[in-house]
T-cell receptor
Framework: AQKITQTQPGMFVQEKEAVTLDCTYD???????LFWYKQPSSGEMIFLIY??????QNATEGRYSLNFQKARKSANLVISASQLGDSAMYFC????????????FGQGTRLTINP | DARVTQTPRHKVTEMGQEVTMRCQPI?????VFWYRQTMMQGLELLAY????????DSGMPKDRFSAEMPDATLATLKIQPSEPRDSAVYFC???????????????FGPGTRLTVT
């Protein structure tokens, strides 16, 4: 079975600082994908970044980067130069690429950016 | 800008009533997912379809929930009869499987916030 663990229920960061949101996962599948979603107070789920298990390089999307350490089964999200609009819930999720392809989500981290 | 749409956005109903939630996936996507989000359980998958066929509905209470895709542009999730414990936000998401690496993500709709009193 797949499992995602996000150990930080809440984080508070000063504006313009970098922030790392932790995510560890557990799976026996040889190939899988890791995702981060942002959920602002308005409720929608916004896709941020994707990392495939066989990707050699860490994924980056603008101010978002994924620190993928396969041996440690971690997929931390790094947000550089945080902005007030980054305040939201952040969910780490994974999906296997064989069989059922549903996303399995962690419990989320509530990030608050302080001015 | 292609988006998943969901209706209604909010629904308040009394216990015992039937609730129908609708989802229009992104055109061309062949996979549709229904998720439920609650404070206690977080985000959990209820059902998913590929090419309109149900592939997994193991997360759905079968006695009261049903999910269908009458056509490629419409997915429905019904609860009959509804109960207060069904109060949650219900998300529909669509994706393309198999797809290119860039299309592995699932695109979520805005959700339906259901309150059963």
């Amino acid at each position: 079975a797949q499992k995602i663990t996000q150990t930080q229920p809440g984080m508070f960061v000063q504006e313009k600082e970098a922030v790392t949101l932790d995510c560890t996962y557990d799976t026996s599948d040889p190939s899988y994908g890791l995702f981060w979603y942002k959920q602002p107070s308005s409720g929608e789920m916004i896709f941020l970044i994707y990392q495939g298990s066989y990707d050699q390089q860490n994924a980056t999307e603008g101010r978002y980067s994924l620190n993928f350490q396969k041996a440690r089964k971690s997929a931390n999200l790094v947000i550089s130069a945080s902005q007030l609009g980054d305040s939201a819930m952040y969910f780490c999720a994974m999906k296997r690429f064989e069989g059922a392809q549903k996303l399995v989500f962690g419990q989320g981290t509530r990030l608050t950016i302080n001015p | 800008d292609a988006r998943v749409t969901q209706t209604p956005r909010h629904k308040v109903t009394e216990m015992g009533q039937e609730v129908t939630m609708r989802c229009q996936p992104i055109l061309g996507h062949n996979t549709v997912f229904w998720y439920r989000q609650t404070m206690m359980q977080g985000l959990e998958l209820l059902a998913y379809f590929r090419n309109r066929a149900p592939l997994d509905d193991s997360g759905m209470p079968k006695d009261r929930f049903s999910a269908e895709m009458p056509d490629a542009t419409l997915a429905t999730l019904k609860i009959q009869p509804s109960e207060p414990r069904d109060s949650a936000v219900y998300f529909c998401a669509s994706g393309l499987v198999p797809g290119t690496i860039s299309s592995y993500e699932q695109y979520f709709g805005p959700g339906t916030r259901l309150t059963v009193t």
